[in-house]
């Protein structure tokens, strides 16, 4: 079977409600209580994306992302109770590609859960770009600096692609945050942090970059 979203999450009136508002607005939706239930789902089905919630009753959310992301690459959505700065940064450092805090309400999260089944398909759909020594292949999800691949990970991957999408543009910090995070608040140290690391992978000298550009005040820009 296929199934545009599984959910995954211990408090089950919740998680049946939810399914059943995806599944009447075309989202066609399943549930699964704990890690166990969820990978064995997946011996028989197809998923394109997952709501997980990290209080889980056998195993913490965070080490089945961990898991999950070591098999696939579809966006995985957190949804949680816990309300701390920590817990978000974790949930999103470990593959996570956002957090959303319940109560939540069923129609931001569908409108959340379809935008990101869209980025998906256009990803599966898209073919390899190349620009200069730039390659990415957006259906393996692989980038390659003169035909050599640099594996990066998820957030580094997103972030990445779009600065290079948008390349030879001045990208504000704010829009970062808000189409790579999701989250338009988020600290400047985890910015710095994750374009420190890709420039460590993917610039011949990371302290005088090639490609990856401070535009100081403002954000960043790849120049290509």
């Known amino acids: 079977m296929k199934y545009n979203c599984?959910?995954?999450?211990?408090?089950?009136?919740?998680?049946?409600?939810?399914?059943?508002?995806?599944?009447?607005?075309?989202?066609?939706?399943?549930?699964?209580?704990?890690?166990?239930?969820?990978?064995?789902?997946?011996?028989?089905?197809?998923?394109?994306?997952?709501l997980l919630d990290i209080n889980l009753v056998n195993e913490s959310g965070f080490t089945l992302c961990q898991k999950l992301r070591e098999q696939m690459n579809i966006p995985i959505l957190f949804i949680s109770a816990r309300q701390s700065d920590d817990d978000v940064l974790i949930a999103l450092n470990i593959g996570g590609d956002d957090y959303i805090k319940k109560p939540y309400s069923l129609s931001v999260l569908l409108a959340k859960v379809k935008v990101n089944l869209k980025r998906y398909d256009e990803r599966l759909g898209a073919e390899k770009v190349t620009q200069g020594v730039i390659s990415i292949d957006m259906d393996a999800r692989k980038i390659y600096i003169d035909g050599a691949e640099v594996q990066l990970k998820n957030k580094e991957y997103k972030l990445f692609t779009y600065l290079f999408?948008?390349?030879?543009?001045?990208?504000?910090?704010?829009?970062?945050?808000?189409?790579v995070w999701g989250d338009a608040f988020f600290s400047d140290g985890t910015l710095n942090v994750h374009i420190s690391?890709?420039?460590?992978?993917?610039?011949?000298?990371?302290?005088?970059?090639?490609?990856?550009?401070?535009v100081w005040g403002i954000g960043y820009m790849m120049e290509l």
């Open 165 to 179: 999408e948008n390349r030879n543009k001045v990208i504000t910090k704010e829009e970062l945050f808000s189409n």
């Open 197 to 214: 690391k890709i420039r460590e992978k993917v610039e011949r000298n990371p302290n005088n970059p090639q490609f990856i550009k401070t």
């Open 6 to 50: 599984l959910i995954v999450d211990d408090e089950l009136d919740l998680a049946s409600a939810t399914c059943e508002y995806f599944n009447l607005f075309g989202v066609n939706s399943a549930y699964v209580a704990n890690s166990e239930e969820c990978l064995r789902f997946f011996e028989k089905n197809q998923v394109q994306l997952i």
